[in-house]
């Protein structure tokens, strides 16, 4: 996978050189490059924002750099800005057509929610481009011109507001990255962890079997593998029900064998036409 990375901060991106992301990055499997904004401005101060139309606080991110820099990126497949730049100027980098469009996320905390299925969805992609907003964020003609360009898609990591989308970039790529094949050692343990069947994933314990007075769960101990796996799903069931409600609405609960159902029952949920709802009383 090539991933394109578009921001005034560049060296905010530096933790993707670290851990497995880097890895990665080291063995091929993954292509990333930084560029910085400022790189592809034509002025002599290098000038990426202006004041908004229509007045207000803050500032907004011109459209001609982010122009000039999305069309070499999306283009260029070149080793550095630099070689970016030439590729744009030189009129050789229009964005590709139609054909295999690269997608464009623009992080905002007025996209769409970036969720695990989004980034099993984008870890399919061959390009991906980040474009990182600073400020009040970027002209909305650029938006627009670039999806003639680009699949666009604005994505939020939730409901909150950062200075930026350079730390939304670093999630959500270690998010996708860690789906590429070979990123991740052991791709078992993409299977049991949070999000991965719509539930949180289930308390783990190491050695001591007994620590300061605390034991592990007992059927840990058994070496009984199928009353293991059992506990371990109900203790999903009781943590998603306990923390994240609101997942338990989507989760199917068609084909759950009886114990299931009970544990469900137990936690104040009936099974009702495949899915759960939650007892008035419980
Ligand atoms: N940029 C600013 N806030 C953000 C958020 N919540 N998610 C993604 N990008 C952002």
């Known amino acids: 996978m090539r991933i394109d990375v578009v921001s005034i901060f560049p060296e905010y991106l530096a933790p993707l050189e670290l851990s ?8 091929g499997l993954l292509d990333l490059k930084v560029h910085d904004l400022r790189d592809f401005t034509t002025d002599r101060h290098r000038t990426v924002d202006d004041t908004p139309y229509g007045g207000g606080a803050g500032m907004v991110m011109k459209p001609e750099p982010w122009a000039q820099a999305l069309t070499a990126v999306a283009a260029g497949r070149s080793e550095d800005a630099g070689d970016a730049r030439a590729a744009s100027d030189a009129g050789a980098a229009g964005p590709p057509g139609s054909a295999g469009k690269p997608v464009l996320i623009v992080p905002s905390p007025a996209g769409e929610r970036f969720t695990q ?48 989308g350079e730390v939304a970039v670093l999630a ?10 070979g990123v991740v050692g052991n791709p078992e343990s993409l299977v ?61 609960a068609g084909k759950l064998p009886r114990a299931d159902r009970t544990a469900f029952s137990d936690l104040g949920y009936d099974v009702v036409d495949g899915r759960l709802l939650r007892r008035p009383d419980a």
């Open 192 to 252: 049991e962890e949070s999000h991965s069947d719509g539930l949180l994933e289930y308390p783990v314990y190491t050695k001591p079997s007994s620590w300061r007075d605390r034991d592990v769960p007992a059927v840990l101990l058994s070496g009984n593998h199928g009353k293991i796996a059992q506990w371990r799903r109900h203790e999903q069931y009781r943590r998603t029900a306990e923390r994240r409600p609101d997942l338990l609405v989507e989760f199917d």
């Open 20 to 27: 497995l992301i880097g890895k990665a990055r080291q063995d």
């Open 117 to 164: 299925a989004t980034a099993h969805e984008l870890a399919e992609e061959d390009q991906l481009v980040f474009a990182c907003g600073r400020y009040e964020g970027i002209d909305e003609r650029v938006l627009e011109w670039a999806s003639e360009h680009f699949t666009v898609r604005p994505m939020s990591l939730g409901d909150y507001v950062l200075n930026g």
């Open 172 to 181: 959500m790529v270690e998010a996708i990255g860690r789906l590429l094949p």
